[in-house]
Each structure stands twice: as C-alpha cells, then as structure tokens.
C-alpha cells in the first residue's frame, strides 16, 4: 500500500531512501534545513570504502589515545572544553576497543558497506548521477613492511567478512602509482572499490532526479514528529505541520534530539572531520588512497585531489580549528614530495558517531511510522544506498535479507 513518507534529512542516506521508497510506489517529501548534499554528504572522503569495516576504538586505543592527543601530527584532537560533556560518551565508546567487540562490529558493518560499489551502481542508473561513479582500487599505504605487518586484527578480520587484496613491496608499488615519494614503500591494493568524483554534486543530482519523480523538497527544520494513538501523523517545522504516513530520521548528526523526542536514547556525537581539496594538482594518484601512517584519504575528484580524515572531538556548535588543516597538508607534502596545486578549499564536518560505531536502522518501538536511519560514522557514503534500501523495505512491509538486530533502535535502553 502507498504510503507519504517524509525522508528528514537530504544526505546520501535521505535522498536514497527516497528513491528506493519512489520505486517502490510512495510518495516523498524530502526535507533538508540546508538543501540535498550540502552537509557531511558534500565533505566526505568520496571512497565506497566497502574494505573499511574495522571501528575507530580497537585494541590498544586506550594507550595510543591520550598520546595521540598530545601530538600535533597526529590525527586525533580535542576540544578540551568540549571533555565534560562528551566524557560519558567517550566511556562507552571506548569500552568497545577490544577484539570481540571489532569483530561484532565488522560483521555488522559488513552487511551495510560490503558491496558498496554495486549498491550505488544499483541506486543511481537511471537517475543520471552514475556519472560520478568510478569504480577503482582502494589502496592503503604504509612506510615499512613492518608496519603492514603490525595490522595483524585488521587482516584477520577483513579476511573473516570476505575482504583479499593484493600486497605491492617496493618495486611493484612504484610500478603500481610512481606519485608518492621514497617515505612510502609498499602497499595493499584493495580491488573492486570505486570513488565518487564529485560527492556534492552526486548527491544533489540523486535528489533532482528524485525531485523530477515527483518528490516534494522542503528546506525547513523539523522540530518535532506529530503523532496520534502512537502513530505518526506529520512532521513540524516552522509552526506548519506537514501530514505524511511515516516520517524517516537520516539527519546524520543532528539526529539525536528529533529521536529522543520518539522515545530512542541514541548515543551519538559528532567526529569533527576535515577536508582540503587541491586544485589541479601537479600529480595526482591512481586510485584513492589510505595513508596509513597519518590516517587520512587522499581521493582523485573532479579537477582537484581531496585530502580528509582526522577526528576531532568538538561537539555541533565550534567553529572549524586551523590544526587539522594544516596537518593534512603537512601530511601530504610528506607523501607526495614536490606536489603544488593552484588553489586549496577548506572544509569541516560532523561524521554521526555513535558508541558502537554501528548506524540506527529501524523503527522506533513505541511510534508507529517512526523510522530512522543515522549514525553511520566514517563509512555514510559507502553505506547510505544499502541503508536506503533497508529503510524502504522496512516501510513497505518487507523482510530485508539481513539481520537487523545490530541496528536496532532501542539497543542502548
């Protein structure tokens, strides 16, 4: 039975909600306080990083940590200020830096990211954002074969979800990509990834052409979601109520209050992330890239090499720090000796982060209507079209093929 649905929130994950719930026979109204692709959607690192299942708090996190936060070339930072109330999160964040923990969640995570490239490709043809879509290598990096060696958890648990590369020493590295300088010597060459050579535009396209099937796009912020008998019957912005069926959460960061409001406790916070885009750089990689060793991306695009990564622990609300910024680009004139480029863009986001580094994805247990889908940390773009399709099926009643009790809702009550 067609339904009106309200897809809050136009990043990758809303505007592919919308149109699997559009091909499957609803009617949508796309909601965006921003506009479609202009938040964590436009900033991201641009990889379908499927190989990227590993979680941020592993073994040996409760050492590295407070090092890392001392050391400002090292990607990790903190708004000191910002401790107090992010203090409680950061337990229960931590508490999962132990091997079963990284294994539970590299399953789960699996189920959502590993057969990104597919999934896009499935979410866009036919929409005429598949242009952006390049299928390509994924290629980590390291300084020494030492330190590829030392990635013992990480092997192992790739390996264990289905997940092969390709080790390059030294020589057939240079053979592979000759732009990255003697400091890197050999790598692992993930196959059957891709890249998104405009993020930004790539979602603004999905949403025209979700727009162009009928969708209605509002620029608004939703305040709240109106219900009835435990039903919901409308969302609120602005002192207007908009009716709809059923209302989807995928508002990323800024999900958690508009889910306490439907009875969900989300432990979610903001990893600030940071990006700087070169302008025509003089050399530019093969593939998308991980350097290791600095823990940041470096991502071919449309005319520019995007470098982002980072982590900084600031909440919503802080204006951008000059640290990350200038870190990233020490970090490449590192690995990229001689590179210039003719213009740099600055860029900061909120990666939604919750405790166990797994997304919500699900309907609220005491709203009927009431689904959401956020909190997909550093993997949204790689996972946004499989959770769209997720949500759709669940709203039409379906059974997805997949275990969903990794994203319940109500797991943390």
Known sequence: MAKTVAVIGAGIVGVSTAIWLQRDGHEVILIDKAGPGEGTSHGNGGVLASCSVMPVPAPGLWTKA?????????????????LPKIAPWLMQFMSHANAPAVRKRAAAATAIIG?????????ATGTGADKWIVPADYVWLYNSRADYDADTLGQEVRRENGFDWEFLDEPAFRAYDP??????????????????????????????????????????????????AGRVTGVRIG?????????????????????AKLGVKAPLESERGYHLELYEPSVMPRSPVMVTSGKFVATPMDGRLRLAGIVELGGLDAPPSRAPFALLERQIRKAIPGLSWKKTVEWMGHRPSMADSLPIIGEAPSVKGAFMGFGHDHVGLTGGPKTGRLLSQLIGGKTPNINLAPYAPDRFH
Not at 66 to 82: A, I
Not at 187 to 215: E, S
Request: aromatic share 8%; hydrophobic share 45%.
């Open 179 to 228: 732009a990255f300088g003697p400091e890197i010597t050999c790598a692992a060459r993930f196959p059957g990834h891709g890249r998104i050579a405009d993020p930004g535009r790539y979602v603004k396209d999905l949403a025209a052409h979700a727009q162009a099937q009928g969708a209605r796009l509002v620029i608004g912020e939703v305040s709240d979601i109106a219900r009835e």
């Open 239 to 259: 002192g207007e109520t908009i009716p709809c069926d059923v209302a989807v959460l995928t508002a990323g960061a800024w999900s958690a209050k508009l889910a």
């Open 66 to 82: 407070p090092k890392m936060l001392l050391d400002p070339n090292q990607p990790l930072f903190m708004r000191w200020s910002y």
């Open 115 to 123: 057969d990104s490239l597919a999934d896009h490709q499935a979410l």
